[in-house]
């Protein structure tokens, strides 16, 4: 791709490693694991339309992976209250990945030859992919096609680092984690895969306190299903990952929840639906049948009447495993952060289709050129790459066929933003960055290697 230089980056440094697979023990005990016999949750299905004859999908089937996380959450419903067969998509595969590195070796090869069409994503992972940076210089390139959710996510602390200050503003940060350093080595924090939002996550929080992530504290790569056993253990200090593992934390009394991103950034952009670009091109009907699915689901998830159901159906066995009352709350906007403090907010809680901004579904142009700035900003792609980044993103963000979809699907015109940004962003620490000028906000930032 013309004006990005990625000869010189190192593969292994955005390569994750890969994790075990989720286990029978990872699975709740102290709230109670659902039964082994759990039948599948039936719930009232779509009801069939008349598809119109020039928008029947050319093929009724896809493979969709996912992460067992709240954000998979409208891929999940889509399937199971039937929106996908609904629009003309009869055989859609859900299909669980181990972590974010099978997910990505596995769009690599695709469907055909065992794996799938694209899924669910952290960011940047589709333009990573789409470069070849993570998929050993093979380029495999992605659409991103429309936004899953907003917050959702958390950063759990280790219950033995209770009372020490770290809360969404770091009392005494440096100090802190110096004086860890010196006592029996750094403090250990994980994420679910480098480079990607769960990092970019606990790296704003720390920065925004005066930590620098990559010479304070040891960051480490951990599938979100392990977190939890690992912070058991005593391997790790703190995490950043998607519900339910961080609440999951102050249930069992492991640790509490220092930071909500909704309270670093709310209505953040959180993960998308990418797909391989051979995929969408090939199969243009398909795709906005998947998308008007898709729509449908995120605005059942948001209507929270449906709440109770929908985490009925993505904890049972077949999805994320887990005992239902640990994600009730959460879904709700009601947190215990397990530090005396509580959250009862609806907007603090996982959105799907509307936040306190507009439209969640919609992919803004100007959430990607975050993503790629942070991604310079930490050294992850090189200093020149905002040079041309606007253009790298149009390539990459078809929002254009989400529109498409929408207005097939009836989508309100109010519904449908008409601007490709959504204007400048605000962080928790008074940080703006506005879109027009992402050097701007580098210049702005302290900790940076950019």
């Known amino acids: 791709m013309s004006g990005f230089n990625f000869k010189n980056l190192s593969r292994r440094r955005f390569i994750a490693t890969a994790g075990t697979t989720v286990l029978g023990s990872l699975l709740l005990k102290a709230c109670g694991n659902p039964p082994e016999d759990t039948p599948k ?39 199971e209250k039937g929106f996908f067969a609904k629009y003309g998509l009869t055989d ?9 590195g099978a997910a990505r070796d596995n769009v690599k090869i ?24 993570i998929t050993d210089n093979l380029k495999v390139p992605m659409y991103v096609l429309l936004q899953l959710n907003t917050q959702g996510n958390g950063i759990a602390i280790a219950g033995k680092h209770k009372d020490k200050g770290l809360a ?12 860890t350093k ?55 200090d703190a995490f950043s990952t998607g519900d339910p593992w961080p609440y999951r934390i102050v249930k069992e009394k492991i640790g509490f929840i220092s930071a909500l991103t909704a309270e670093i950034w709310k209505a953040h952009p959180e993960e998308y639906l990418a797909m391989r670009a051979d995929w969408v091109d090939k199969y243009p009907k398909a795709t906005k049948a ?15 009447d449906n709440r109770k ?20 709350g959460p879904m709700m906007g009601k947190y215990d952060l397990g530090d005396g403090r509580t959250v009862d907010d ?27 700035t942070e991604s310079v900003r930490w050294g992850f792609l090189p200093k020149d790459s905002l040079a041309t980044a606007k253009d790298w993103i149009k390539k990459v963000n078809r929002e254009d066929i989400w529109r498409e979809a929408a207005k097939e699907a009836g989508i309100a015109v109010a519904d449908i933003p008409t601007s490709t940004s959504r204007g400048v962003e605000e962080f928790f620490d008074g940080i703006k960055f506005d879109p027009e000028n992402p050097q701007a906000y580098l210049d702005s930032l302290k900790i940076k290697k950019a």
């Open 309 to 328: 159901e929908l985490v009925q159906i993505v904890a049972t066995k077949n999805y994320f495993g887990v005992a239902p009352e640990i994600l009730e």
């Open 92 to 100: 859609v595969d859900i299909s669980k990945q181990a972590n974010w």
């Open 346 to 372: 609806k907007s603090m809680a996982p959105l799907y289709w509307k936040d306190a901004k507009g439209n969640v579904s919609y992919p803004y142009q100007s959430h990607d050129l975050w993503f790629l």
């Open 168 to 179: 969404l503003k770091i009392d005494k940060a440096k100090e802190f984690f110096d004086k």
């Open 290 to 304: 998947m998308l008007k699915a898709i729509m449908e689901a995120q605005q059942w998830c948001d209507n929270f």
């Open 41 to 79: 949750v039936t719930s009232t299905q779509a009801a069939k339309i008349n598809i119109a004859a020039d928008q029947v999908p050319e093929v009724t089937k896809v493979k969709l992976g996912y992460l067992p996380i709240v954000e998979s959450a409208p891929l999940i419903i889509a399937k």
């Open 110 to 133: 695709g469907s055909s030859a065992g794996g799938i069409d694209g899924g669910q994503w952290q960011m940047p992972m589709p333009y990573l992919i789409s470069e070849g940076i």
């Open 182 to 236: 010196s006592e029996g080595g750094k403090f250990k924090a994980a994420f679910t895969f480098p480079k990607a939002n769960q990092d970019f996550w606990i790296r704003y929080w720390l920065a925004a306190s005066g930590v620098d992530p990559d010479t304070d504290i040891e960051l480490l790569t951990v599938p979100s299903a392990q977190t939890v056993a690992n912070m058991k253990t005593g391997t790790m």
